[in-house]
């Protein structure tokens, strides 16, 4: 059999699977799915409710220092960022520096983008979808555009909040990313 391969996902409360068991967070659901399609792949829940990009950064900072690196990470981060109407540029110099750290280690990433999740005027939402883009340019992570593409404004995919996907939406999400996450596998060395 091919060796384990260690995926880390880097995220807010999206990752972590904010209301729902543990067995129905994004990571949990999407690792069943690629075992089901022959990949043998470990993939550590790093999402943290009510993170932003910045703390995200802190945490790959201290989770590289303390445990044996990940062969790839998937970064999911921003929707916090974009509720509290961050600067989009200090959100995109934030996140270059986490895809930076990672390039130094040489450890391939997929980057999800996001959209505002609460209303905002449509310079700060041109601003902050644009930043996505740019480090993609720069860094050249596998790009999965939306992480919530398909599930956001469906009340049946989510939570009574309208934000957090529930079961049934968190498998849809992990069903929508999973090519993207197979070509992050086919980056791994």
Known sequence: MNRLKTILALG???TEGYG????ASFPAVLQRLLRQRGHNVSIINQGLSGDTAWGGLKRLERYLATR???D???VELGANDAIQLTDPWEVEATLDSLLQRLAEEEIPALLAG???LVPADEEYVRAFEGLFPKLVERFDPVFYPFFLEGVLGKPALNLEDGIHPNAEGMTRIAQNILPSVETLLGRIR
């Open 12 to 14: 807010d409360s999206l």
């Open 20 to 23: 729902l068991p543990t067995e």
């Open 68 to 70: 044996p690196r990940p």
């Open 72 to 74: 790839a990470v998937i």
């Open 114 to 116: 996001m959209r505002p």
